[in-house]
């Protein structure tokens, strides 16, 4: 599996790149305003994303009709070669997905939480699904169930272009398990998440039992 940072701050970009584990990042306008982001600077913003990692940045579209999602798909196509342009599944974003890959432009269609949508956005043209599972376990339904299900249904089709699986909205060290297990393409996480999952508690224990025997090794 695949990680891609779920983030638009450049610091958690460039340590997480540091440790050689970023093959992606997905940003949206909520992550953009948590850090202070001005809409003047937002494409600056995403081209210094971009040159920072080398795979598919995704960067959402604001318009909610087609002719709109277009013009800033394309603007935002224009900035950097490794740019994902995030779409949401709605009847206006599957005709702009549509007409984006059919200009070569990567799609990573958001919002996505039921087979059918999936299924739909792959047929359209999208080259990356991204279904949510922490927005189901907020309205107490299993986010992984439905996360399985996706990544099952798109398995047994040929859409005649790859079609990668975006594990989204993850919140802990378990979805990401959870969603290797079942063969998601790729986790997007948040960058504490990130943290979490190179830890636990039997390495820390290990790591403060090796030191303890170094430094008897060194007074001896
Ligand atoms: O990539 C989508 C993700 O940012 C949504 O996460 O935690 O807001 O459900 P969350």
């Not at 970009?13 to 003047?40: D, F, M």
């Not at 549509?98 to 999936?118: D, E, M, R, Y």
């Not at 996360?147 to 272009?161: E, M, Q, S």
């Amino acid at each position: 599996m695949k990680f891609f940072l779920d983030t638009a701050d450049i610091a958690e970009i460039e340590e997480a790149e540091s440790w050689g584990v970023l093959s992606g990042v997905t940003t949206n306008p909520t992550l953009y305003s948590r850090i202070g982001g001005k809409l003047a600077n937002f494409h600056e913003h995403v081209k210094s994303i971009c040159s920072i990692v080398g795979g598919p940045v995704s960067a959402e579209v604001v318009s909610l009709e087609r002719d709109g999602m277009i013009r800033e798909g394309e603007e935002l196509a224009a900035l950097a070669p490794n740019v994902a342009v995030k779409v949401p599944v709605t009847p206006e974003g599957l005709a702009a997905i549509k007409a984006l890959s059919a200009k070569g432009v990567s799609i990573n269609t958001t919002l996505c939480f039921t087979v059918p949508q999936a299924l739909l956005a792959a047929r359209a043209g999208t080259r990356y699904v991204s279904p949510f599972v922490g927005r189901f376990d907020d309205i107490s339904e299993d986010g992984i169930e439905h996360l399985g299900r996706t990544v099952a249904a798109l398995a047994n089709y040929d859409f005649g272009h790859p079609v990668e699986v975006i594990a989204a909205s993850i919140r802990s060290a378990n979805h990401v398990t959870q969603a290797a297990l079942l063969g998601a393409d790729i986790a997007t996480v948040p960058f504490a998440v990130l943290k979490n999952l190179v830890k636990h508690p039997l390495t820390d224990r290990g790591l403060d039992a090796f030191l303890a025997d170094w430094e008897k090794v060194k007074n001896s």
